[in-house]
């Protein structure tokens, strides 16, 4: 055994997730690298000397370097989870539609494992936002999210009223169905489906993204990362929800107010590849790109090997700029490889 130990989270309920997990599984034991998994999925992971079995809690990954992550975005932000009190940092393989958090698709499985035994990846940094929930003035509940913390309507029949809150200072009343409060990296997600802007990861700031508002000012805003945004509930409206990444939920009183501000934990991605996020962005929404020629300085050549992918081209591990970079021998707890 080399020391190593590898959290490996997956979407056991589809045979082809489970399939690869598989793969991986094998892959890291051979190499005489510990690889955890969770209860849940531990008997259809199948396994056998070199695993170890924990409960799915936050404490997880614990001890780990690296958690390995397999499935759509759903199943990213449920590593997410389990890899932010650790500080380890998140690999993803995307197996569903989309995923703009993973770093690899189903094919790259090979390449995945070769690189992680190799320690062969660098670290990044994401930013995160706290959420305070307060009801008459005392704190009723706590929460996080990766991607966005939505203040919404608990029920379909009836408008949900706000007033908007940045810095203190009341912006504007607003009624409709919400108002969701994202990171960069949710502005892809939520945030970008109610007509929010596309951030590049790399910039800090905070979103706030109104959801149908009925109000003649319900723009999206991007606000410093040191702004705290705020939501109030108001006391003649019926009763909402706030769901942190879609996952976690707060009844929401009338009355209650929601204050977002920027996380005091980061949640860390591996990366494999340094590819500009413009290509994410292209490959992941197939945006055309034909006929490109590239800029005043790009030769034909140049422009020719550039990886820039066609419309609906998937390429194999698109990357993304990063909030800070390091070598994950400096960034990650436990054993390093000498």
């Not at 992680?116 to 009723?140: A, H």
């Not at 790109?289 to 422009?303: F, I, K, L, N």
Request: hydrophobic share 45%.
């Amino acid at each position: 055994m080399t020391g190593r130990t590898v959290l490996v989270v997956a979407h056991t309920g589809r045979p082809a997730a489970l399939r690869s997990a598989r793969l991986v599984v094998d892959g890291l034991v051979e190499a005489g690298i510990v690889v955890r998994v969770l209860e849940a999925e531990a008997e259809e992971l199948l396994p056998h000397p070199g695993i170890e079995v924990v409960p799915a809690e936050p404490g997880a990954a614990k001890g780990c370097e690296l958690a390995i992550v397999l499935g759509g975005d759903g199943t990213l932000l449920r590593g997410a989870e389990l890899v932010r009190d650790a500080r380890v940092p998140m690999l993803g393989v995307n197996l569903g539609r989309v995923g703009f958090l993973a770093e690899a698709e189903r094919e790259d499985l090979g390449e995945v494992v070769d690189r992680v035994v190799r320690f062969d990846y660098q670290v990044e940094e994401r930013m995160t936002l706290d959420v305070v929930v307060r009801v008459n003035g005392d704190v009723v509940a706590t929460n996080w999210a990766l991607n966005e913390a939505a203040v919404e309507k608990a029920s379909r029949e009836r408008m949900l009223e706000l007033v908007a809150e940045v810095d203190g200072r009341p912006l504007s009343r607003w009624g409709g169905d919400g108002v969701v409060c994202a990171t960069p990296t949710g502005s892809t997600a939520y945030a970008f489906s109610a007509g929010g802007p596309v951030v590049w990861p790399e910039v800090e700031a905070l979103l706030m993204v109104p959801i149908s508002a009925h109000a003649l000012f319900a723009k999206p805003l991007v606000v410093s990362p040191r702004s705290v945004l705020a939501v109030e509930v108001l006391p003649e409206t019926p009763k909402g929800v706030l769901w942190c990444d879609g996952r976690r939920t707060v009844d929401l009183p009338p009355g209650a107010r929601v204050e977002v501000r920027r996380g005091a934990e980061p949640i860390r991605l591996a990366r494999l590849h340094e590819a500009p996020f413009t290509n994410r962005l292209v490959a992941k929404f197939a945006l055309p790109v034909r006929g490109w020629r590239g800029g005043p300085h790009d030769t034909p050549e140049a422009v020719e090997a550039a990886d820039v992918p066609e419309a609906g081209e998937l390429p194999g591990s698109p990357g993304t700029g990063p909030d800070s970079v390091v070598s994950p021998r400096d960034a990650v707890p436990g054993p390093k490889n000498p």
